[in-house]
């Protein structure tokens, strides 16, 4: 199982910002999988996440309305678009997976201790 994520940068407050997560090893579909986001000297945090079998989504009160995950099964990717980003949405993004646990897709989000499949992280600095 690997996942590759890309599409972080540099990018100025207000702007916006689209990551991808490209999955290999198994079929998405039976699987949770969310973004994560660990900023210096924090936690690393459930950001927003995707259920399983359409099982819905879940996202982190400070994104909410303001970044939109998205899935495409077929290509085994799913997608974060951040708009309206500030300050406060630097960290380094990471992807991350599960075994196709029957988990709701708030349990998944809020215990990324529980995920043992991990992509590398990219790297988002809003700054002016």
């Known amino acids: 199982v690997q996942l590759q994520a890309s599409g972080g940068g540099l990018v100025q407050p207000g702007g916006s910002l689209r990551l991808s997560c490209t999955v290999y090893?198994?079929?998405?579909?039976?699987?949770?999988i969310g973004w994560f986001r660990q900023a210096p000297g924090k936690e690393r945090e459930g950001v927003s996440c995707s259920g399983r079998y359409d099982g819905g989504t879940y996202y982190e009160d400070s994104v909410e309305g303001r970044f939109t995950i998205s899935r495409d099964n077929a290509k085994n990717t799913v997608y974060l678009q951040m708009d309206h980003l500030n300050a406060e949405d630097t960290a380094v993004y990471y992807c991350?997976?599960?075994?196709?646990?029957?988990?709701?897709?708030?349990?998944?989000?809020?215990?990324?201790?529980?995920?043992?499949?991990w992509g590398g992280g990219t790297q988002v600095t809003v700054s002016s």
């Open positions: 090893g198994f079929t998405l579909e039976n699987h949770n």
């Open positions: 991350a997976t599960d075994d196709a646990l029957p988990l709701a897709v708030s349990t998944f989000c809020l215990n990324p201790h529980l995920l043992p499949h």
